[in-house]
């Protein structure tokens, strides 16, 4: 018995990994799981995901099905004030990612793009790095501009850009 409840639980940490919004602790270049620490606070214009597993064939439909309901949910809050405008996916969890894993970033990449929001990776571990190079060499998807090492140098350039998009 406790056997299989550990076969499904393994299952569903593989097909459904663990995948959140990040806000930042006031006064501070740290950002952190909104749900966990109270004190985080949303960044306005932006929605921070960070993702904390492989990406890879046997998750992809979940991580794009909650991404696309988490970028639905932010853009149709309504306070042009906050209006969505950049999306950031922290990679700097994710150990390994499969051809499959990449597809999901470059349909994410159109996905956003078709609705006016710029998507950024931050801090791609070296193997996944290696393969969003990989996949660029073919198609130029992720240009230099739209990767960065942390979440604060992300926003800090991306802050401008913010701002000039919102009408």
Known sequence: MQVGISIFRVLMQIT????????NIKGT???????????????PGFLILTVEAPINFANTNYLNERTKR???DESSSGNKQTEL???????SAVPAIDTSGIAFLIDLKKS??????ELVLVNPTGEV??????????????????????????IASLSGFAKMATP
């Open 16 to 23: 459904r990994p663990r995948m959140m919004i990040q806000g």
């Open 29 to 43: 270049d740290i950002y952190r799981n909104l749900h966990q620490y109270k004190e985080a606070q949303r960044v």
């Open 70 to 72: 988490w970028i639905e």
């Open 85 to 91: 405008r950049v999306v950031i996916l922290d990679l």
């Open 112 to 117: 956003t793009e078709k609705h006016g929001l």
């Open 129 to 154: 790095m290696e393969k969003i190079q990989r996949a660029n060499d073919a198609h130029d998807h992720f240009r230099p501009d739209c990767l960065y090492l942390t979440t604060g140098e992300a």
